[in-house]
């Protein structure tokens, strides 16, 4: 999965979900970040939990599985200084919750344009599951989640160049919903906006090494492009197309 070049490039790790149906939490993940963390000489783990208002309980929850894991997990929010807390991060990890919560604590506290240079220029691993995947993209606007709160900006962390849509849901077939389908959604999106949309199904993570770009996991995704037809991709597939023009 990685190349011998790993440590000079970008390195990211974005899931749909740490929950996955049949497994425990993050479980379905354990292997694949293992391997991410070890190949990045990773040891300690920078958790950014503002996704959820209770810090110290999410970081905590996500703590405990680390640390059984053989990692340490330091949470952002028992840090005096987050931005010195980001340039000093061997890993950042930011976990799921409410997009736009998410994404307004980061602007309060000055954190993307750091952790957009620390990840794109000094490559230090993101790591990025449901709403982290969300702020790691060009935009929030395909997120699922409900605007409690509103961020300056919808303008994400722009680690790649186009949009997500963690969580992704096929049709059900048979079923008595009527209502839009998120495929619809993402159609509506394009509507009036041109950027690409991945659609990860739940156990899927785009892993993204330098300037290459793969699917791994359990399941696979869907790609919406304005005015194409919706594009199935299975896993190990090579997105890396999705990457030009970052």
């Not at 354990?30 to 959820?52: G, S, T």
């Not at 736009?100 to 993307?112: P, S």
Request: charged fraction near 25%; proline fraction near 5%; aromatic fraction near 10%.
């Amino acid at each position: 999965m990685y190349s011998l070049a790993s440590r000079m490039s970008r390195q990211i790790f974005l899931m749909s979900s740490s929950a996955v149906y049949g497994y425990e939490y993050l479980q379905h993940a354990e292997k694949d970040m293992i391997e991410y963390f070890r190949k990045n000489n990773v040891y300690r783990v920078l958790f950014i939990p503002y996704a959820l208002k209770n810090h110290e309980a999410y970081t905590e929850k996500v703590g405990s599985v680390l640390r059984r894991w053989g990692f340490e997990c330091e949470g952002i929010h028992r840090k005096p200084n987050p931005v010195q807390a980001i340039n000093e991060a061997q890993a950042i990890y930011i976990g799921g919750g409410n997009t736009f919560l998410l994404l307004k604590t980061l602007y309060d506290n000055n954190l993307i344009e750091p952790i957009r240079e620390r990840v794109m220029n000094h490559h230090i691993p993101y790591i990025g599951s449901s709403a982290g995947t969300n702020v790691a993209t060009r935009s929030i606007q395909t997120t699922n989640d409900m605007p409690i709160i509103y961020p300056p900006s919808f303008d994400g962390l722009r680690l790649v160049p186009f949009n997500i849509n963690p969580h992704y849901l096929d049709p059900e077939e048979g079923g008595k919903h009527k209502g839009e389908t998120r495929e619809e959604r993402i159609s509506q999106f394009h509507e009036l906006n041109d950027a690409p949309v991945l659609g990860l199904r739940e156990g899927c993570t785009m892993v993204v090494d330098g300037e290459k770009a793969t699917l791994i996991g359990s399941y696979g995704a869907r790609l919406f492009r304005k005015g194409r037809e919706p594009e199935e991709l299975k896993i190990g597939a090579d997105v890396s197309f999705l990457l030009e023009g970052n």
